[in-house]
């Protein structure tokens, strides 16, 4: 997978742990991810969220025939966060013929919440 130019690279997302079910990933809490007034940017755990679903719902699918797509997100931002590094933890809850449902969970270094996440993820067959 080639992540140049995307907002993976721009965000400084790395996957850390890749499994059939389960993506782990880690993101700097930096100028990049945060909001004006310092704080993590809602917008980029989100992104970090979908990114981790996205990822571990390409690696359950037929790769040949398959393609996912992210259908619908939500987010509770729980604690703010002004630097170094949140870790995204995704695992599947559902993995169906037409969608998946992944649950995501953003922490800090000391394993303190900061995000709870749920992205739902359609399978297209590829034409």
């Not at 130019?5 to 930096?30: F, Q, R, S």
């Amino acid at each position: 997978m080639n992540i140049e130019n995307t907002l993976i690279h721009a965000l400084g997302i790395k996957i850390t742990e890749l499994e059939k079910g389960k993506v782990v990933a880690t993101m700097p809490v930096d100028d990049r991810t945060r909001q004006p007034f310092g704080l993590l940017h809602g917008g980029a755990s989100v992104a970090l969220a979908e990114t981790v679903a996205s990822i571990g719902a390409f690696e359950l699918v037929d790769k040949e025939t398959e393609s996912v797509a992210g259908l619908e997100i939500n987010a509770n931002h729980v604690r703010g966060k002004r630097e170094g590094m949140v870790t995204a933890v995704a695992t599947v809850l559902h993995q169906g013929r037409t969608t998946m449902v992944w649950d995501i969970k953003i922490v800090d270094e000391e394993e303190k919440l900061i995000c709870v996440s749920r992205c739902t993820m359609a399978v297209i067959k590829k034409k």
